[in-house]
């Protein structure tokens, strides 16, 4: 996949664009099918926006990034939270606490100067004849207000990327993957799947893994698949962004591999999509 997007990267093709987000839609419809239940918009409508968001993280994204999922699931939520945040009634301050708030401030300016240092709320607080509590209810509400506009600033003028769309993973890409690398190489190796353990975590190409074993062809698939639903199963992290990651990873690298001798090349693509959809439905 990495080479496509370096294609795409270069040439901007439509075509290309258009496959790589059909390699990617796992990633879609699994943030649906997550938000489905937070929010009153159906699935279908929520995996319109969130393939949205996709094309976009598709068009966006550089390949010289090491995790594509890492760069593209900020995106995908992003452009659902946006459509919810357009859609919700805007977050108000009171009157009462906003008058109360205006006050305060004054209060504590004119404290300030008298004192010749900050004012603590107990001293504005019997400055204005108000309970300390009073002075913190407004001040917490104005901070609120804050922080909501805060996390609706976009990053920069060209990207529609807030601030808050950042925080559905504040950990770096590349801590976060090397997380769910150790993850799901523990998880492969609870599988008792010899194997799965051949090929992922020694490296061994099948071929190799059917002659260590001494079984056939169709024994060793048969192992493969059973690994492979096993996997799919499995409920550790966001496994549909820990495939990707072993896709990706060179320690995992015979995912591609041992996905090309179970299938034709051209099921590649159907091979990711049924263990996106399988995450998805668990």
């Known amino acids: 996949m990495k080479e496509i997007f370096e294609l795409f990267y270069e040439t901007r093709n439509l075509t290309l664009r258009n496959l790589l987000v059909e390699l990617n839609i796992g990633l879609a419809r699994k943030v649906a099918h997550r938000m489905k239940d937070s929010c009153n918009i159906g699935y279908q409508d929520l995996f319109e926006l969130a393939t949205m968001g996709l094309i976009k993280a598709v068009e966006r994204y550089n390949p010289n990034q090491k995790y594509?999922?890492?760069?593209?699931?900020?995106?995908?939520?992003?452009?659902i939270q946006h459509f919810l945040r357009d859609k919700a009634s805007p977050v108000r301050i009171p009157r009462?606490?906003?008058?109360?708030n205006s006050h305060i401030k004054k209060?504590?300016?004119?404290?300030?100067?008298?004192?010749?240092?900050?004012?603590?709320?107990?001293?504005?607080?019997?400055?204005?004849?108000i309970s300390k509590a009073e002075v913190k209810e407004a001040q917490a509400a104005s901070q609120s207000q804050k922080y909501?506009?805060?996390?609706?600033?976009?990053?920069?003028?060209?990207?529609?990327?807030?601030?808050?769309d950042t925080l559905v993973g504040c950990e770096s890409p590349q801590?976060?993957?090397?997380?769910?690398l150790e993850k799901l190489k523990d998880a492969i190796a609870s599988l008792d799947n010899p194997a799965i353990n051949l090929v992922y975590l020694q490296g061994k190409q099948p071929k190799e893994v059917q002659k260590l074993l001494k079984l056939t062809q169709a024994q060793t698939n048969a192992l493969l698949w059973q690994g492979m639903e096993e996997l799919a199963r499995l409920d550790?992290?966001?496994?549909?962004?820990?495939?990707?990651?072993?896709?990706?990873?060179?320690?995992l690298g015979n995912f591609e591999l041992s996905v090309g001798y179970l299938l034709p090349t051209d099921s590649k693509a159907w091979?990711?999509?049924?263990?996106f959809g399988q995450l998805a439905a668990a």
């Open 236 to 251: 550790i992290c966001d496994l549909d962004e820990a495939v990707q990651i072993a896709s990706e990873s060179e320690e």
């Open 107 to 129: 209060a504590r300016n004119t404290l300030s100067n008298e004192l010749s240092r900050h004012p603590s709320d107990a001293e504005v607080a019997l400055f204005l004849g």
């Open 96 to 100: 009462g606490l906003h008058e109360m």
């Open 175 to 180: 801590n976060r993957s090397e997380e769910i």
């Open 68 to 79: 594509f999922t890492s760069f593209a699931l900020p995106y995908i939520k992003g452009e």
């Open 148 to 164: 909501i506009w805060s996390l609706d600033s976009k990053l920069d003028d060209t990207d529609d990327l807030t601030l808050g």
């Open 271 to 275: 091979f990711h999509d049924w263990l």
